[in-house]
């Protein structure tokens, strides 16, 4: 803008230099909106006269007005189109993502955390919730995405009929739209508008409600819709800090919901049918282990100790034979712990089943193999059980690589969950020579095929690390 203000300077205020302050307000405005836009056209204006201070005549200077009000006028109209294109994009983009079928291995709270999310950018907002009847806990489910959802600050929780009212109280099939006064000290309550799905016609409600519904949401405007949920009542409430949202947005907000939600449901279908056959697959999994890997062991130990009555005491092999006999025995201790933990899938405690059988199965390597192999305390990872079992047999494919392919005595297993990513990290100790640099083929093609990837970091002491990275 400077540039082709100094060229006008130079050439004079009537010159062709004149249209280059339409590329400077196209470029802001296309890129970064109506805002950018507005104040781009206004400081092309402005230079503009100011290059033209030094008019010779006042037809000229007449011109050079004219010439400004047909600056400004274009200016704002091209500001316009462009935050209408950029507006249309980001809700295609919107829809595109909600409407995109997740993983059912995810399960459902990950596809709607990620919708409230998504919503939440959108809006630019500072909280996004859902509320949709729990049948099991006989209550209702709230989720929430946002550094602020006021009372309700929380991931996830249930709420009894009482809590849950205030959430509800609009009937059903109605959005509602509130936004608060620009200034917060004007007696006026704000603005409280109604719709049914699918009209125009907005109806003006009681003020006083809406604003304890926002006080309540801790937000100055929201918005709300009513969530397709197989004739139940559900609502989706968009919260922003400052009197932002429209009827517009109210408008798009439905759309999102009308989109999602069926899709999310298809997602719950898909889970549940998962879920049965994994559960199935289990029950079936521990029988057969009793039935055809356990029964044979239990033979050959009551073998075993049929052979040890015959020995005598004082007999050379009795030693070791008694050593064998102990270790039948304990692996089918271990293995009846393992059949249990199949059919029940979690501790009393609540630790997953794949970080009971990962600890389990690390005990195993350090009694039989001598190799210790530390697995680490971890956070609340929050991930099903079919992804958990994926998890143990990489783990486990890692362990009995160590043991297989290095002198490693020592070696450790983290894992953590940051920014939609499961990290996995299996390392052993060096030997003082750094190794030859390689791929884990089936940990590699294991973790692709759940959509992640696996790298090996070497260290020059010999220490490796394959570090596993999984999308959840």
Known sequence: MFWFALLLTLSGPLSAFFFLFFFAISTAAFRWGYDEGARVTLACAALYALAAIRAPDATVLARV???????????????????????HRRQIG???????????????????????????????????LIVTRD?????????SAGSNA????????????????PLLSLPAGISALFCAPALERLPWPGKFLTCENGSDDWQRGPAQEGRRLADLLGGRSF???????????????????????GRADARFLAQVAAQAFPVIENIELLDRM?????????????????DTTLQPYIGLSHALQGLLDKVRADDPIAGELRQVADMADNFIRDLRHFRGTISHKASAAGEPAFLLALRAHAAQVKDYFN?????????????????????????????????????????????RRSMGWLHIRIENEG?????APFVPRSISERAASLGGYAYVASGDDGATAVNIDIPV
């Open 150 to 165: 006021g009372a309700f600050n929380c991931g996830q929780c249930v709420l009894d009929d009482a809590a849950a009212a």
């Open 135 to 143: 049948r099991q806990a006989n209550g209702w489910l709230l989720r």
């Open 65 to 87: 007005m004219l010439r400004t009000a047909y600056l400004i006028g274009l200016g704002y109209m091209v500001s316009h189109w462009a935050n209408l294109l950029l507006t």
């Open 223 to 245: 918005i709300c819709v009513p969530i397709p949920l197989r004739g139940e009542d559900g609502r989706m409430f968009v919260v922003a800090p400052g009197a932002t949202l």
């Open 274 to 290: 998962a879920s049965d056959a994994a559960r199935r697959e289990r029950e079936k999994f521990s029988n057969d282990l009793h």
């Open 371 to 415: 190799l210790d192999i530390t697995v680490g305390e971890h956070e609340r990872l929050g991930i099903n059980d079919r992804l958990g079992a994926e998890v143990f047999q990489l783990v486990s494919e890692g362990m009995s690589n160590i043991r297989r392919h290095t002198l490693a005595a020592r070696g450790s297993v983290s894992m």
């Open 431 to 435: 030997s003082g020579t750094r190794p």
């Open 94 to 128: 919107l829809l595109r993502d909600v409407s995109r079928l997740s993983n059912p291995r995810f399960g459902v709270d990950h596809t709607i955390a990620s919708v409230l999310e998504h919503a939440r950018d959108y809006f630019k907002a500072s909280s996004c």
